[in-house]
């Protein structure tokens, strides 16, 4: 990406803006969801190539309509783009219950970015199944320790390193992603920036800790959970390490214990769940990494930068 970039951004300074339009094209592709790129450096360079483009196509000039239809039901979705709009960014969502064929027709003269985002959900065991399957290409080495203290307090020791096939000796700054099982959050303080750890991002579903860099010798974190929502069945979570600036190393693992996963709600309540009383919700775990074969939704998003050319 960045050294593709660097070559449309050569054609566009020498004037030879019709022979970069295929790259222009392909570095569009290359975009995850959000807009970005891999990288930082691959997003900084490539949107400096793209927006000269896009700023070389003129605003004045678009005029385009994009038809988003169904053939096998009423559904029709008309955006258009025009000089009035064309920095706006669109988008139209669309429900679906199993396969949906979409036609999409253009018409009109100017430059655009089509995208079409698929959300789905993968049952969990399949996933954690998955992810097993995956560790022998993994970048780095990555185990877990889970140790329950009391029914209200758990510490998760999370240790990996660099493996020994690896080209480089270490990393730059990696990231080590820790999800949160239901029912639970990081002890506050648990995680200190100090050391090795050089910023920690804590929400209630993940804690990210960013790492000085990780080279061949194992390194071990520990981090205290507490319960703060009684949560029967809990689903597994994931646990992800990475490099920062080069994504592509990494390792992911999904991790649980079987205690979690197997309390029912009576374990709240006493036995036959005679203590529950009115008022008192048991929540079930809503998590899941879980696969179903159809597509719950599909996100369609139109905005006025690149990619189709009339």
């Given amino acids: ?136 290409k993994d970048s780095f080495s990555l185990d877990f320790n889970l140790s329950h203290s009391n029914k209200s307090h758990m510490d998760l020791t999370v240790c990996t390193r660099l493996k020994d096939n690896q080209p480089v000796p270490q990393t730059g700054m990696a990231i080590l992603d ?23 991002d804590s929400t209630s579903e993940r804690v990210s800790l960013y790492l000085d860099s990780v080279n061949k010798s194992e390194v071990c974190i520990k981090l205290p959970f507490v319960r703060v929502h009684n ?18 190393r990494q390792a992911t693992r999904t991790y649980n214990s079987g205690f979690l996963r197997s309390v029912d709600s009576c374990y709240f309540c006493g036995e036959n769940c005679d203590s529950c009383r009115p008022g008192i919700t048991i929540k079930l775990s809503s998590h899941s990494s879980g696969a179903f074969s159809s597509l719950s939704s599909l996100i369609l998003g139109v905005t006025a930068v690149l990619l189709i050319c009339f």
């Fill in 1 to 136: 990406v960045e050294m593709t970039s660097y070559v449309l951004l050569a054609f566009f300074m020498r004037g030879s803006i019709i022979e970069g339009i295929s790259l222009m094209k392909w570095l569009s592709t290359q975009r995850n969801f959000l807009g970005s790129f891999d990288t930082t450096q691959d997003t900084v360079v490539a949107l400096q190539a793209l927006a000269s483009y896009a700023a070389f196509s003129g605003a004045s000039a678009i005029d385009l309509r994009v038809t988003v239809s169904n053939p096998a039901s009423s559904f029709v979705s008309l955006i258009q783009i025009n000089s009035t709009n064309y920095r706006m960014y669109q988008s139209q969502e669309i429900d679906a219950e199993k396969d949906l064929p979409l036609n999409i027709a253009l018409e009109g003269r100017g430059f655009a970015v089509l995208q079409l985002n698929i959300f789905y959900n993968v049952e969990s065991k399949n996933f954690s199944q998955n992810v097993q399957d995956a560790s022998d």
């Fill in 178 to 200: 820790v999800g949160v099982l239901s029912g639970f959050s990081l002890l506050p303080g648990g995680a200190a920036e100090e050391g090795l750890i050089r910023k920690v």
């Fill in 231 to 248: 949560v029967a069945r809990v689903e597994d979570a994931v646990l992800r390490v990475y490099d920062y600036y080069e994504p592509t």
